[in-house]
């Protein structure tokens, strides 16, 4: 496999948007485009994240008329894919793998989810159809209600009073909020406290209001070079040192809500082949679709052992200038949105500029390797992709 690099990163503002899908994709898209130094004719193909379009705007067939927003050539092939929150890490891994191999040079890769357009109770339905429709959806399963029981597992098994634990969610909110404040592209950009996020209305008992990221709309692209190639048009690339990703079944059959197997499946090998382990981690960008979610993954990472990484963010460690590692420094999906089809690639692009030292108040000093962790459906998919700023 040829080493392959990321060119150029670019995402919209996350929020609520009133240009179609094809509309954000194309200016996410365009934008990475021109970060690489190439031209739409340069692009070899299009892998194209969208979940809900259908829904949305009632449009299934989105990638080939995306493929035309950017002006790519007819030779080169668009194609979408779908893998519920994980959408656009898993388009970019098939991007690179394809780079990888020399089937492409440069691959144009991410996604767009427009999904406020839907309205809270059709995105909450849509949304559902991730998890399994006979034994789960059918009986009222919600990603709010899947992860609050993950929180009373998490309580139980470790022994640790729900009011604590509650408090220490409240704290992961708080973080990443603050870290958003900082991001003039997300969703929200205000600073709470840990009396609002205890204070807010319940959703699923007992996550709260702001335990819970956001609908959101947004797009985000980034282009896939080999590395040769890359060195040739920017002075700066990010290569990807390693790539995992991995799946599991039903919730039913996953027992354990406390440990995402897919997950540390797909971070082991990742690992393996970026020749790494957690303490080698400089800044991580994961899916915290919920406070409870950013805990259970730091775990499967192996930053912390299990059942130890609750109190990590009340305890300042990763945050900004913190004493572990720093944790969603755009804000996260809590703070800075969750359009489903196009997240995996905004975590892609906040690591790309993190690692080229652009992030401005929310840059993470000296920060050579970063991790990006992406979670589809009901703990069903998960896609990690490491990067680093430095060539083999």
Known sequence: MRQVAIVGAAMTKFGVSEKTNLEMFAEAGLEAIARSNLEPRDMEALFFGNCLGDFEEGQLHMASFAH???????????????????????????????????????????GTERATKMGTPLATRTFAMASQAQHESSAGITFPGVFAMATHLY???????????????AGVAVKNHYHGSMNPKAHFQ????????????MVADPLQLFDCCPFSDGAAAVVVANAGKAKDLIKNPIYIAGMGQASNGPLYLQKDLTRVRAREASIAQAYKEAGIGPDDLDVIELHDC??????????????????????????????????RVV????????????????????????????????SGPRQVEGACIGLVD????????????ILTNRAN
Do not use: W
């Open 327 to 358: 944790v969603n420094p755009s804000g996260g999906l809590k703070a800075k949105g969750h359009p489903i089809g196009a997240t995996g690639a905004a975590q892609i692009t906040e690591i790309v500029e993190q690692l080229r030292g652009e």
């Open 290 to 323: 919920f406070t409870i979610a950013e805990i259970l993954a730091l775990e499967s990472f192996g930053v912390y052992d299990f059942g130890k990484a609750y109190d990590a963010a009340t305890k300042g460690e990763t945050a900004l200038n913190g004493a």
């Open 68 to 110: 035309a927003e950017l002006g790519l050539p007819v030779s080169a092939p668009a194609t979408r894919f779908e893998s519920a929150c994980a959408t656009a890490t898993v388009a970019t891994r098939h991007a690179a793998l394809l780079v990888g191999a020399g089937v492409y040079d440069v691959v144009i890769a991410g």
């Open 190 to 201: 205000k600073k709470i406290d840990i009396d609002m996020v205890l204070g807010g209305m």
């Open 155 to 169: 309580a139980h098994k470790y022994g640790i009073p729900l009011k604590d634990l509650k408090r220490h969610m």
């Open 374 to 385: 992406t979670l589809g459906g009901d703990l069903g998919t998960v896609c990690n992709i």
